[in-house]
């Protein structure tokens, strides 16, 4: 599901509050389980979680899996930097960033640098090969610095609930 971003008319009280928190503790709970555990019935709970996926609250379902059971032991930060800030040289990057399943996430940022990449992979050889093969191949892209993770500290998805 993609979202449209939030309702500015919405507004979300202690339960739909309560609703996102618990669902992104486990998006498999049962609408049966949830309305319990929120004290409601089942009908409203699964209206309210319709009206927060339809204003864009919840945007998608997912399975968190393990990159060492998948063999992807390897996690690595990735600073780009471009020879333009052009339209033109942004979205070519973009848009070659959007389909590599590796980069786990990238983000356009402000400062020393245009791009701050996230990448998973098996191991070193393979990152070399995404580095040289898919990275600093594209047309604008000056620079690059990467930081391999020692230790997984904490990693995680979750958006901070509360009132606004």
Do not use: W
Not at 24 to 36: H, K, T, W, Y
Not at 107 to 123: E, Q, S
Not at 127 to 148: D, E
Request: overall charge positive; charged content about 25%; some cysteine.
């Amino acid at each position: 599901m993609k979202s449209t971003g939030a309702s500015a008319g919405m507004v979300l009280d202690k339960v739909d509050q309560r609703i996102l928190a618990r669902l992104q503790e486990d998006g498999r709970v049962s609408m049966a389980q949830l309305a319990r555990e929120l004290h409601i019935s089942v009908t409203p709970c699964v209206e309210r979680v319709r009206r927060l996926e339809k204003h864009g609250y919840i945007v998608g379902y997912r399975a968190d899996l393990s990159p060492a059971h998948l063999g992807q032991n390897l996690l690595a930060y990735v600073q780009v930097a471009l020879d333009r800030t052009t339209p033109e040289v942004f979205d070519r990057f973009r848009t070659a960033m959007e389909v590599l399943e590796f980069v786990q996430e990238a983000h356009m940022v402000a400062g020393g640098f245009d791009y701050l990449l996230k990448i998973r992979v098996r191991d070193m050889k393979e990152y070399r090969s995404v580095l040289s093969s898919h990275i600093a191949c594209i047309k604008g892209v000056q620079q690059t610095h990467t930081y391999f993770v020692m230790e997984e500290v904490k990693s995680s998805s979750k958006v901070r609930v509360q009132a606004r």
